[in-house]
């Protein structure tokens, strides 16, 4: 398994919880859209998505239904809990302070 | 939350295939949806980005398995794994298994026995309420070898007057013999607890029935009551509900059953029925109520509030020296008296303590015992796992996992040898409580509950993580080296050969502790079997008859009661097999009834020396030739001694010696002496001295001889009545007639511990077997462990050193310098363990004097003889391996390296 430190983990948390705020999608639609929102700059590997994905539903942020996709299949539906929109916006202030304090960082002349 | 996330993992871990394929479904939706996608942007056939997307994806396992971990289920799932895993391997090593297994069902079952018994007579708190705080006050006289004088009315009246530290105190008082005649008509001797209206509330006893006794049940004008013990009323009325209110007869009176109380160590003696003062007018009368050296009662006392014993103990020591200064006539001052206060949990299992902690001790060093060897058993196993462990690790396992592994296989080996230890444990409860109750009046508290379980399974848990954390895992060696062929070697590591090395001297040195102690009590059982009783005959039966009823009463009827005795021995004197039939006070080897002052006419006492004292004795004409007591001097008791004739009396040796020195005692004269004699039936009058008979151990096999005074049974008041039967052949064949005659003269007679002399013999050292058998089976479990322990380890030495050997012998080495090396080398781990186990021993041994007799502690022939034992079965224990070693063949040896 990849070494993922817990910055970058917490990182791709956030991206999830991210796309979900936009609506309930299935698990290779999240990676599509973090690929297109971040114009092809992130590839989210499925092999670090889907644990993240049973992380979050394990922590109860989002919660998984059995449905059917746009493309008519039947396909695991994710969708954002109260928890999860909780989190998303504290994860979302702790993101912005700690690219403050790196912009700082970077900045000092 | 957190119950839907635990649902989860629930569902994860029971619906693990349900899963499996939601997570497949989950996946090949992924893969199809790649595959469509890029089919789309990059017009790919189906087959190609069908392809590419399952590349992207990865090995579909690999991402499998960290799902595991992301729901939290992996760990349980592993151990699982590891414990099916463990039980496969040591399947494959069955050997190994039940080698561990065995040693440490010896050593937890021991463990566990020994928590048993303190756990329920030392460590639980009494059943008492509050019984922490209820004390035993002890009045002593030490110079005067008085170990438990008890307490008089007037000085229970001072101490309760006079202690701001004791909120209470109450009387118990089982001087006086009762009788009961049930509903047969067939009188029974019972254990009469005479008790004051306070004593219940004061003990924190409740009843299991009816009520107890209060202060109005106090005095002589209060009804006759009493309270039945709890083992009493289900032995004697099957628990029957409807005791109460009942009467029964006892000594003469009529007394209601008013209640039962509960179950609770009976001390300071065992106790059938508890009754009120007016039950025993020999309690209510003037003497006893006003003299203050008329002492009967034993005090139990609840402290007050915020006191301690301490503070208590203070308190009582100041009012008892106002009272010794106060009352001189009460105290002898060369006697040296003293009260002792001590808390009553303690005071209960004084004697079974320091038994019982030496005999825990003892089981923890098997204990130690037995997980070192396991210890050594898993060092050499691990060896041998060392390659396998790395491998393992090499492929991936991390080196917590392995351990892990391991943890699993010991806890499975230590549960399962818990398992059995508790089974045993279980099985030898009985003989356990009966041991005990030689010791505690708590023994009937023993029992397996779930804290002696507890503590077993926490034991085994210990053991097995203990075990786990010897071997080592991977690390230092490089995998490549322990592959290759030339690496191929099974030794242990300098570190872990000492450490190996240790653990046998530890071992022997134990095990020397152990046998040193079970030797010293073996050699004190010898001694105490050989001692000279006094009594030098064969075929003796003993029995004792009591009188009944009210005993100030049935003194006076001292003509009835001679001729009544003298009927009885004549009538069993008649009888086929018979030789002599004689009758006394007190059976020999038993305590005698009563014990009174005495003074020399003429001697002078030295100051500071304590004033004679004296059991006294009754004996007929027959006694001494049918008890084969040697008479050394002037005559036995004549048939002339009778009331009216000259009063006479014959002495023991050592008594005659203590009183009159080289003088010969035979012609002088004697009196008792003392306040008591005033409220007995016997007068201080002067007494001749007309015969010395030999010494009798009447107080035990491991005490002195009784300094003792015989009167003739015919001249005295008789107090109690003891048959001595001589038989031409084996008594026990006669017991049954000699009982009949008995009741064919008195019908009512009560007839009690009717045994041969070697019977009472036998029942006065048998605490001592037990004792001696207790610490022998200890030992004997740790040597027989040591020993297989001192083999193994040469053994696995010599095995792994095979190459060595082989390139040794054929340099020039025979057989015989091979095998004096290893024998040098077990000799070294046996000499370090032997020096270590003597000292250890010196030390331990002083804390077994209290149970030793005629023994010191450090007794050479007992160290002497172990260490020999010791060295010569170690050296046996090595010969095996070291003659293996000695057969290696260097060819042989050489090839398979």
């Given at each position: 398994m990849t070494?993922?430190?817990?910055?970058?983990?917490?990182?791709?948390?956030?991206?999830?919880?991210?796309?979900?705020?936009?609506?309930?999608?299935?698990?290779?639609?999240?990676?599509?859209?973090?690929?297109?929102?971040?114009?092809?700059?992130?590839?989210?590997?499925?092999?670090?998505?889907?644990?993240?994905?049973?992380?979050?539903?394990?922590?109860?942020?989002?919660?998984?239904?059995?449905?059917?996709?746009?493309?008519?299949?039947?396909?695991?539906?994710?969708?954002?809990?109260?928890?999860?929109?909780?989190?998303?916006?504290?994860?979302?202030?702790q993101w912005q302070s700690f690219l403050t304090a790196v912009e700082h960082v970077l900045s000092a002349t | 939350m957190w119950y839907r996330r635990l649902a989860r993992r629930v569902r994860a871990l029971l619906h693990r295939a349900d899963v499996e394929r939601e997570l497949a479904e989950e996946f090949r939706f992924h893969i199809e949806q790649e595959a469509a996608e890029l089919a789309r942007l990059h017009g790919l056939s189906p087959d190609e980005a069908r392809r590419r997307a399952l590349v992207a994806f990865g090995g579909v396992e690999k991402w499998r398995e960290s799902h595991h971990d992301a729901r939290g289920t992996r760990w349980l799932e592993e151990s699982w794994h590891d414990v099916s895993f463990a039980v496969r391997s040591l399947r494959r090593n069955r050997g190994f298994a039940s080698a561990v297994v065995l040693t440490l069902a010896l050593g937890i079952g021991v463990n566990t026995a020994m928590f048993t018994l303190l756990h329920g007579t030392l460590l639980r708190p009494l059943p008492n309420h509050d019984g922490e705080r209820l004390v035993y006050l002890r009045q002593s006289a030490p110079a005067a070898k008085h170990d438990n004088v008890l307490f008089s009315v007037p000085e229970i009246a001072d101490y309760r007057a006079g202690a701001k530290t004791l909120s209470a105190i109450a009387e118990y008082s089982g001087a006086v013999p009762f009788t009961l005649v049930g509903s047969d008509g067939q009188p029974v001797r019972l254990r009469v607890g005479i008790v004051s209206g306070n004593y219940f509330s004061v003990m924190g006893?409740?009843?299991?029935?009816?009520?107890?006794?209060?202060?109005?049940?106090?005095?002589?004008?209060?009804?006759?009551?009493?309270?039945?013990?709890?083992?009493?009323?289900?032995?004697?009325?099957?628990?029957?509900?409807?005791?109460?209110?009942?009467?029964?007869?006892?000594?003469?009176?009529?007394?209601?059953?008013?209640?039962?109380?509960?179950?609770?160590?009976?001390?300071?003696?065992?106790?059938?029925?508890?009754?009120?003062?007016?039950?025993?007018?020999?309690?209510?009368?003037?003497t006893m109520v006003t003299d203050r050296s008329h002492r009967m009662s034993e005090l139990f006392a609840h402290l007050a509030p915020n006191t301690t014993v301490e503070q208590a103990r203070a308190e009582i020591s100041r009012i008892s020296s106002n009272l010794f200064r106060d009352h001189p006539e009460a105290y002898e001052k060369a006697a040296h008296y003293e009260i002792g206060v001590s808390q009553l949990r303690q005071a209960v299992n004084e004697r079974a303590a320091r038994m019982f902690w030496l005999l825990m001790g003892a089981a923890a060093f098997v204990l130690l015992i037995a997980c070192a060897n396991v210890a050594n058993l898993t060092l050499m196993r691990g060896v041998g796992r060392e390659r396998e462990m790395l491998v393992r690790a090499a492929l991936g396992a991390g080196t917590a996992r392995l351990r892990r592994l391991l943890v699993m296989e010991n806890l499975t080996l230590a549960l399962i040898g818990g398992a059995i230890g508790v089974l045993v444990a279980f099985a030898g409860l009985k003989l356990l409580v009966a041991f005990a109750a030689q010791f505690s009046p708590r023994a009937y508290e023993v029992r397996v509950d779930a804290v002696v379980l507890g503590v077993g399974l926490a034991t085994s848990i210990a053991a097995a993580f203990a075990l786990s954390f010897i071997p080592r895992i991977g690390g230092d060696r490089a995998l490549a080296t322990s592959l290759a062929p030339v690496g191929r070697r099974s030794t242990l590591g300098r570190g872990r050969q000492r450490f190996q090395r240790s653990l046998v001297v530890a071992q022997i040195a134990v095990c020397m502790v152990l046998l040193t102690g079970a030797g010293l009590l073996v050699r004190t059982l010898a001694k105490l079997q050989s001692v000279d009783t006094g009594v030098h005959a064969e075929h003796v039966l003993t029995i004792d008859l009591p009188l009944q009823g009210d005993l100030l009463r049935e003194v006076m009827k001292q003509p009835e009661n001679l001729a009544k005795y003298e009927r009885i021995r004549d009538r069993v004197a008649a009888l086929p097999g018979v030789e002599t039939a004689s009758i006394g006070s007190t059976a020999p080897l038993r305590n005698s009834m009563a014990d009174f002052d005495l003074k020399a006419e003429g001697r002078i006492l030295p100051p500071n020396r304590p004033t004679p004292h004296a059991a006294m004795r009754t004996a007929d004409t027959g006694y001494f030739a049918a008890a084969g007591i040697p008479l050394l001097a002037g005559r036995g008791f004549q048939s002339t001694d009778r009331r009216g004739s000259g009063l006479v009396v014959v002495l023991n040796q050592s008594f005659a010696r203590q009183l009159f020195g080289d003088l010969n005692p035979v012609g002088q004269r004697i009196a008792w002496t003392g306040q008591v004699l005033k409220y007995t039936p016997f007068t201080g009058d002067w007494r001749t001295v007309v015969g010395i008979v030999g010494d009798t151990r009447d107080r035990g096999l491991d005490n002195d001889p009784t300094p003792t005074v015989y009167l003739p049974f015919a001249q005295e008041m008789i107090l109690n009545g003891a048959l001595v039967v001589r038989t031409s052949a084996d008594p026990a064949e006669l017991q049954a007639m000699i009982v009949r005659s008995i009741h064919d003269v008195a019908p009512r007679q009560l007839i009690e511990k009717v045994r041969t002399i070697d019977q009472i013999r036998d029942e006065n050292v048998a605490p001592r077997r037990l004792n001696a058998l207790f610490?022998?089976?200890?030992?004997?479990?740790?040597?027989?462990?040591?020993?297989?322990?001192?083999?193994?380890?040469?053994?696995?030495?010599?095995?792994?050193?095979?190459?060595?050997?082989g390139i040794r012998m054929s340099l020039g080495a025979d057989a015989r310098r091979v095998r004096s090396m290893v024998l040098g080398e077990g000799g070294v781990l046996l000499a370090f363990g032997l020096t270590l186990g003597f000292a250890a021993a010196l030390f331990a041994a002083r804390l077994l004097r209290s149970l030793l007799f005629g023994v010191t502690p450090h007794d050479p022939v007992t160290l002497g003889g172990v260490a020999l034992v010791l060295a010569a079965v170690g050296v046996a224990a090595c010969w095996l391996p070291a003659a293996r070693a000695a057969r290696v063949d260097p060819a042989v040896a050489l090839r398979a390296e």
């Open positions: 070494q993922q430190t817990d910055l970058l983990q917490g990182t791709l948390d956030l991206l999830v919880l991210k796309t979900l705020t936009l609506g309930p999608l299935h698990g290779w639609g999240i990676s599509k859209r973090i690929r297109q929102l971040s114009q092809d700059a992130l590839d989210v590997g499925q092999g670090s998505l889907y644990p993240a994905l049973y992380r979050l539903e394990d922590a109860g942020c989002i919660e998984a239904t059995w449905g059917i996709s746009a493309e008519g299949k039947r396909a695991k539906i994710y969708e954002l809990t109260a928890l999860g929109k909780k989190q998303f916006a504290k994860s979302q202030n | 006893l409740e009843p299991v029935l009816g009520r107890l006794t209060s202060a109005r049940d106090d005095g002589a004008a209060a009804a006759p009551v009493a309270v039945l013990s709890y083992d009493y009323w289900m032995e004697r009325f099957g628990g029957d509900p409807k005791v109460i209110g009942r009467t029964v007869r006892l000594n003469d009176m009529v007394v209601t059953i008013v209640g039962v109380v509960q179950r609770a160590p009976l001390y300071p003696r065992p106790t059938d029925i508890y009754a009120n003062t007016v039950t025993s007018p020999h309690h209510l009368s003037a610490i022998t089976s200890f030992g004997t479990l740790a040597f027989v462990i040591a020993m297989v322990g001192i083999a193994g380890v040469l053994a696995f030495s010599v095995s792994s050193r095979t190459a060595e050997i």
